[in-house]
Structure formats: C-alpha cells, structure tokens
C-alpha cells in the first residue's frame, strides 16, 4: 500500500474508533461526546505519525537520530489538561471522573492506531466499550453515585420528612446543611448523597411526588 494511503488509514480508523467511545459518552449524556473524543483520536495518531515520520528529512546517519516516542510521551502528557476540562467539583461531589479516563484511553487508542497498531487500537476499543457500558450494567445494584439536592421548605416537618426518606437504605447522606433567609420563614436545605443508580429526573420525580410542599431548586 501507498504510504500515503496508510496513513490516511490511520487516521481514519483512529477517528472512527474515537467516535466510538465517544457516541457512548453523548448517549450518557457526559461533557465530552463523540466530537471531542473524534479529535482527541484522531490528534494523537497524527501526532504519532509525524513523531514516526516527520523528521525523517533532517536524519543524518550518525550525527542526527530521531527518538520517535518523545511527541508520543508529550501526548500522554498533555491530554491531561483535556480530561481535567471535563471533571467537576462541587462542594464534595466530583463529576467526569470517567469522562476524563475516557479521553486519556481515546488519546492511547489514537497513538497505538496511528503506530500502525491496528489490531491491539480497535481491540482497546473494545474494551473500553465493554468498561464503560457491561460494567455499570452488571454492578449497578451495588454501585452508588454522589448527587447534590438543594430545596426550600417553609415546614421544618417537612423537611425532617425528606431527610428521613434520605436516610433510608437506598440513600447514604454524606453532607447536610440548613439555612433560613433572613426576615423569612422560608428553609433552603443543601444535602449530598450516595444514591443507587437513579438519575436527576427520577429523584426529583420522587421529590415532587411524595414531597409537593417543598421547592426544589437544583439537582446534579
């Protein structure tokens, strides 16, 4: 094959192995979807092509050698400061954690597909699919995700119904704090918790179902 055409193979097969990864991170609905992980793939293979090829003009046999892992290790390096872009830190709930470990196994898919790694990039893949979707599924009655709840009240009954619900055996509370507003009797409550894999909209459906007295304000 053209040499020429091999590497545009490479950069395609990392693009659509990025892709990927990344329509499984807009289906969750995550900071970094398919077109983020699309050039994170697809940026590290071509970087690994002209850290392998880029250079070859300048050799000169025993005075100039060319080391091609070193824009390959400044990769790895750098796509940190992508993945630190997608976690987020609120009070003591931390998000995009596996977003984050996403993008970093997309840059290493990119780099070994762009090597000429064929085989081992998509079976990666693979294997981050199979991380990210079969895992939750199998260990999602035994896992538990922060989420933070703020509410407002005017019954301090009431109140002491929901951190009650909250503290049951679907829920862990981790933080709780209360506050009135001045010259008011209205409560704002402010409550992180360990819950089992129930998103936002189910919580607050349950809120406001079984709790229509109060005001919730946020939910993340």
């Known amino acids: ?38 050039l994170v793939a697809l940026g590290s ?39 630190a872009g997608t976690i987020i830190l609120q009070k003591q709930i931390v998000r995009g954690l596996t977003t984050a470990a996403g993008i970093w196994a997309t840059s290493g898919i990119g780099l070994t597909i762009g090597a000429g790694m064929y085989a081992i990039g998509i079976t990666a893949t693979i294997l981050v699919l199979i991380g990210l979707e079969t895992l939750s599924f199998f260990f999602k009655s035994i896992s538990l995700r922060n989420m933070m709840i703020e509410f407002s009240a005017t019954d301090r009954e009431v109140i002491k119904s929901v951190s009650a619900k909250f503290n049951s055996k679907d829920y862990v509370v981790v933080s709780y704090e209360m506050t009135q507003a001045t010259a008011s009797d209205v409560y704002h409550v402010t409550m992180t918790i360990k819950a089992k894999r129930m998103n936002e909209e189910g919580i607050l459906l349950m809120l406001l179902q079984e709790f229509p007295e109060i005001t919730v304000n946020k939910i993340i």
Request: aromatic share 12%; with cysteine; proline share 3%.
């Open 1 to 38: 094959m053209n040499m020429f055409w091999e590497l545009v193979l490479r950069l395609f097969v990392a693009g659509v192995m990025g892709i990927c990864i990344g329509l499984e991170r807009e289906y969750r609905a995550k900071e970094a979807g398919y077109r983020t992980h699309f």
């Open 45 to 83: 293979a071509l970087l690994m092509i002209v850290s392998q090829y880029g250079f070859t003009n300048v050799l000169v046999p025993g005075l100039v050698h060319v080391d091609p892992s070193r824009i390959a290790a400044q990769v790895v390096t750098g796509i940190g400061f992508i993945g």
